[in-house]
C-alpha cells in the first residue's frame, strides 16, 4: 500500500505562486507514475500534470503548460507541482496521485492510489 499525503495549499492571489507537495510512505514510489489532479466545485475531477517513473517525461494538461512544473525527488519519495501566475479558476481541491507503472495515464481510473487532496483557493 502508499499512502499520500499533500500540502502546500492555501489561499493566494491571482498572480501568485505555490509549491505543492505529496509525501509518499508505505513504498518507495521512484518507479511510479504519479500524477496531480484538480476539482473544482461543481466540476469533474481532471488531470493537471503527470511525471513518468524512470525517465524523465512529464505530460500537462493545455491550461497549465509553461506555468506549472511537476517533479519529484526520489530520494524523499515525494513529488512537487510548482504552480505559477495561478488563475482564480483553479480554486480548486489538488490531489495527487500515484500509479503501479512507470508509463504516464491522463485518467483518474488508471491510478491507484490518492491522497486527501489540499485546497488551493485563488482570490483577491
Known amino acids: 500500500q502508499v499512502q499520500l499525503v499533500e500540502s502546500g495549499g492555501g489561499l493566494v492571489q491571482p498572480g501568485d505562486s505555490l509549491r505543492l507537495s505529496c509525501a509518499a510512505s508505505g513504498r518507495t514510489v521512484s518507479t511510479y507514475a504519479m500524477g496531480w489532479f484538480r476539482q473544482a466545485p461543481g466540476k469533474e475531477r481532471e488531470i493537471v500534470a503527470g511525471?513518468?517513473?524512470?525517465?524523465?517525461?512529464?505530460y500537462y494538461a493545455d491550461s497549465v503548460k509553461g506555468r506549472f512544473t511537476i517533479s519529484r525527488d526520489n530520494a524523499k519519495n515525494t513529488v512537487y507541482l510548482q504552480m505559477n501566475d495561478l488563475k482564480p479558476e483553479e480554486t480548486a481541491v489538488y490531489y495527487c496521485?500515484?500509479?503501479?507503472?512507470?508509463?504516464?495515464?491522463?485518467?483518474?481510473?488508471?491510478?491507484?492510489?490518492w491522497g486527501q487532496g489540499t485546497q488551493v483557493t485563488v482570490s483577491s
Open positions: 496521485a500515484a500509479r503501479d507503472s512507470p508509463i504516464i495515464a491522463r485518467f483518474l481510473v488508471n491510478y491507484d492510489y
Open positions: 511525471i513518468a517513473g524512470t525517465i524523465p517525461i512529464t
